[in-house]
């Protein structure tokens, strides 16, 4: 059969574009995920400085989180011309948003990771109040740092989400204000939620795709970007998983920080604002909490959490 003359270029083009599908995305994010990971294990130069010592005293690798970080990065652009399609006013800003949210969590994470406390003084600083009570003192920690790079990088991402919505549906300013500091509340919430669950083998990766897996069941156009950021999520945690649960590597900050902006930028992408309330205020909520309480012991203390929390993790 000779090739269709009306058509010149089609199947070039059918066979060369990129999946912007949910499933294309995922399978983006775990190739991109699995290769970073794999890849940087024959590096001998980075393999001493990337190792550290887990809660069992096990040696893991931070390879691992530096695999999340980029596998979250690629699914944040793989989302570009979703969203209404490519000609949709402010489409791209989608794409931008979920980009500035996964690097500047990433990268903040990353250089808490390489100093690895060697700039907190001799009382490391924990949790948001230490961090800020260290700062009050003159004293700027890597945590400090974090704070400032995430939550500029969220307010960032909020506003293009905001203005995205704005330019498919006309709003006033104060509804688009609100809107954006939901939305950034959403990315850096949850960028840190994410963080402070990894404290034990596979419990970030699990809790990211427990809360992103609901969003693919919205099968609205206007929820197309939710459901392929939620997807990207997945593919992520799913190429993570099995090193984390056998305590081969570890997300760290770089991997926590960057795979929690992705959920954070997915649950600030869906078109329900009562979605976007409920999860900004659950994440802060998560926060505060756990300035006075330890989710180690809540889960330990709750069967179903700690039967979920153990599933598929490695004997101690």
Do not use: Q, Y
Request: charged share 15%; aromatic share 2%.
């Amino acid at each position: 059969m000779k090739p269709d003359s009306r058509a010149p270029g089609r199947v070039g083009a059918l066979t060369t574009a990129p999946d912007r599908s949910p499933g294309g995305v995922a399978l983006g994010a775990l190739g991109a995920t699995l290769s970073w990971s794999t890849g940087l294990r024959s590096f001998e130069r980075l393999r001493g400085r990337l190792e550290r010592t887990n809660f069992h005293g096990r040696t893991v690798s931070l390879r691992g989180g530096i695999g999340v970080a980029v596998g979250a990065v690629a699914a944040g652009a793989r989302v570009g011309s979703c969203a209404a399609g490519p000609s949709a006013p402010g489409s791209s800003r989608v794409a931008v948003a979920a980009l500035v949210a996964t690097m500047s969590a990433g990268a903040a994470g990353l250089v808490d990771d390489m100093d690895a406390g060697a700039h907190d003084g001799g009382a490391p600083a924990k949790g948001l109040a230490g961090h800020l009570g260290a700062l009050a003192r003159g004293r700027v920690t890597t945590g400090v740092i974090k704070i400032a790079v995430i939550g500029s990088g969220a307010l960032v991402s909020g506003v293009l989400l905001a203005r995205h919505r704005s330019a498919v549906g006309a709003r006033g300013p104060c509804a688009t204000a609100v809107d954006a500091a939901t939305s950034a509340v959403d990315v850096a919430a949850w960028a840190n939620v994410l963080n402070l669950l990894d404290l034990r083998p596979g419990r970030a990766l699990k809790a990211a795709a427990a809360l992103s897996a609901p969003l693919l069941a919205d099968r609205r156009p206007s929820a197309e970007a939710a459901r392929i950021l939620a997807a990207g999520v997945l593919g992520t945690a799913v190429a993570a998983l099995p090193e984390d649960l056998m305590e081969d590597t570890m997300l760290g900050d770089t991997g926590s920080n960057a795979l929690g902006a992705l959920v954070g930028a997915a649950l600030a992408a869906h078109p329900g604002r009562a979605v976007r309330t409920a999860a900004a205020l659950a994440g802060t909520a998560l926060i505060l909490t756990s300035e006075r309480v330890s989710f180690t012991r809540v889960i330990a203390r709750t069967p179903a959490l700690a039967l979920l929390d153990s599933l598929g993790r490695r004997p101690s």
